[in-house]
């Protein structure tokens, strides 16, 4: 299954390359010059159709869990003081993608989305220490009767576009689809001090999965 985010430049992507191949067999004599070109072709196809891949995930749906938003690896746990929306101390979980990673974005909680927010900014490296704060991002807040979540989508140095779903008021489940990012980033979760995390530095999680913390 693949992401719809990803179907026009699927579509675009095996036209150019059927395209390249008539090019290649009408114009180019020898059966290594084709080789190299088909070669080519499946290389670049199969890139983009697993970058855009969108596995079915089995998130045990619960209100007492919070899952994790994307695919990756835990590369930040500490406390920082978070100034957009709550402006008090919070603890922080980074999760960063590569460019060979599911890029779909999950809610983590169920609940009604609170705010969102889009950011224009820079595309420094995601795991550069001021990317939160200086990158294109995107902000979304979702509560439910036990907890608060933030979770921000950050453009990388590949990331050049961040696609949010999240509209305010609306009630989200957990594991569904909140956004994507394309080509590579982070996703920062920010949760309430004292809560027991599930997940340790360099672990590596799934999307809708992986529990990250307990409420």
Known sequence: MFHKEGYKIITITIISLLILNSISYAFIISNIGHTIVSIFSLVVLAL???????????????????????????????????????????????????????????HPIN?????SKYHPGKYLVAWHPKASEENERTTVVVKNDKVAVLYRQIAGALAKRIVNYAKEEETVIQGTDSGFIKFGSRVDLYLPIGTPLEVTLNQKVKGGENVIAKV
């Open 48 to 106: 983009i159709l697993q970058f855009f891949r969108n596995p079915k995930r089995d998130t045990q749906v619960s209100d007492t869990t919070i899952v994790s938003p994307v695919d990756g690896k835990v590369v930040v746990i500490e406390e920082v003081f978070e100034k957009e929306y709550f402006k008090e101390k919070r603890l922080q979980v980074s999760v960063f993608m590569s460019p060979i990673n599911v890029h779909v974005t999950r």
């Open 111 to 115: 609940g009604k989305v609170a705010y």
